[in-house]
Each structure stands twice: as structure tokens, then as C-alpha cells.
């Protein structure tokens, strides 16, 4: 099963998602804090990091915005007391995967971790070699699908977790045509992911945040869903 790091600074959260893991059949390793999180990363980079932010030394959008610097792929899941608007959306724009407010359910954690290893089964499997793929373009930028970036005719990169570049492609490719959010939502999540279109809302504005200007590409159509407007 899976190597997965848990940082959290409260010990009876550490303590329940430990077992709750481990049950599963997975690897759990543990940390307190932001600086002991970062020191379990370098010494052997995990299958999944499950991540607090309210942490001590450093917190968990730092420790994520230093992962994300050299580590664009890594699966990285919040847990936070922080849930508003403004906090997941910051949450997605630092890299991460997916953010659960707390408190949660165990089977909807769970859930959000199962669906997250499909989506990297086929790249883990050491049976399955990569495939290139070629990217695509986004109004005035370039998505290499490789490196998880986001690129800009003047060169500057801007990191896209795996659901940011699908949500993207699925977008570009079909300009003009209005895409249902419910549609949007289950493609990209699953039909089991146990949450709802909101998310999708806060990808959507992180997004046009990343794309700066060109973010008016994509359009919300009020009550129905978005559109890829094509420059």
C-alpha cells in the first residue's frame, strides 16, 4: 500500500489517523510540526502528505509552498480547522491536491485519499512507463502536462496540481461550448469523491488567479456551469 505523512500538531489527530490508516493496510509516518514535516519529506519523499496548517516552527502553507518548489507531483491533501472561502482557495493556489475542513468524517477522508490514488495509479505503476504527452495552450499560456506547469510567453512557470491541468484540458477542449458544473465536477472528482460543486468553484477562481489577465477566459454562466471563451 502507500507511504503516507501525517502532520498534524495535535496528538490525538496524529494518533486517529494513524490507526485509521494503517487499518487500510498503508505505511503512516508522523510529524508535529512544520520543520519535522519538511525533515520526514527529504529523507524519503511519501506516496501522500496529509497536512495541517495551524502547525508550529512553520505552518502548513509554508511547509506546502516550499514542497512545491522542487516538487511539483507530490500528493498533498489539507486538513484544516481553517475552512472559509478565502482559505481553501489559498490552500489550491500553494499546490495543494484537495482541502478537507475539519472536523471530517473518516469515510469521507478516505474516500478523498482512494480517489486521489486512482488518479496516480496509472503514473505510480512501475508496470506503465510515462508517456510524454505534448501539453496544450490556455488563451496566451502553455500547459506542460509533464512538469505540471503553467507557462507564460515571457517564460514564468506557475505550478498546476493534476486536477488543475485536467480541469484545464477538459475546458480548451471545448471552446465555446458550455461545460455543466455537475458534469465538470464528477468527471474530474468521480462520482463517489463525497463532495460538492463548491469545490470545483474554488478551482475555478484559483485558477483565473494563476492565468492573471487571461483568467476572463474562462467564463462562469451563471446557474449553469462554465466556458472556455478562446481568444
Known amino acids: 500500500m502507500a507511504d503516507i505523512l501525517v502532520a498534524d500538531d495535535t496528538r490525538s489527530i496524529r494518533s486517529t489517523l494513524s490507526l485509521l490508516l494503517e487499518e487500510e493496510g498503508h505505511t503512516v509516518r508522523l510529524a508535529s510540526d512544520g520543520e ?18 495551524m502547525m508550529p516552527k512553520k505552518n502548513g502553507y509554508q511547509v506546502l509552498k516550499q514542497i512545491r518548489r522542487d516538487d511539483p507531483a507530490l500528493p498533498v491533501i489539507i486538513l484544516s480547522a481553517k475552512g472559509s472561502p478565502t482559505d481553501v482557495a489559498l490552500g489550491l493556489d500553494l499546490g495543494s491536491d484537495d482541502y478537507l475542513p475539519k472536523p471530517f468524517s473518516s469515510e469521507v477522508l478516505l474516500s478523498r485519499i482512494n480517489a486521489m490514488f486512482r488518479r496516480m495509479n496509472v503514473m505510480a505503476s512501475p508496470e506503465i512507463k510515462p508517456v510524454l504527452k505534448p501539453g496544450f495552450d490556455v488563451a496566451s499560456f502553455h500547459v506542460d502536462e509533464n512538469r505540471l506547469m503553467l507557462i507564460g510567453a515571457d517564460g514564468r512557470e506557475t505550478p498546476l496540481s493534476l486536477r488543475e491541468v485536467d480541469l484545464l484540458r477538459i475546458l480548451t477542449s471545448h471552446p465555446e461550448e458550455l461545460m ?31 492565468l492573471g489577465d487571461d483568467g476572463v477566459c474562462i467564463m462562469t454562466v451563471r446557474g449553469a456551469g462554465y466556458r472556455y471563451q478562446k481568444p
Not at 519535522?36 to 496548517?53: C, F, I, Q, T
Open 36 to 53: 519535522s514535516a519538511l525533515a520526514e519529506y527529504r529523507r524519503k519523499r511519501p506516496d501522500l502528505l496529509l497536512l495541517d496548517v
Open 180 to 210: 455543466d458544473r455537475d458534469m465538470l465536477f464528477n468527471k474530474i472528482w468521480g462520482y463517489d469523491y463525497g463532495g460538492t460543486t463548491r469545490t470545483l468553484d474554488q478551482y475555478i477562481l484559483v485558477l483565473r488567479k494563476k
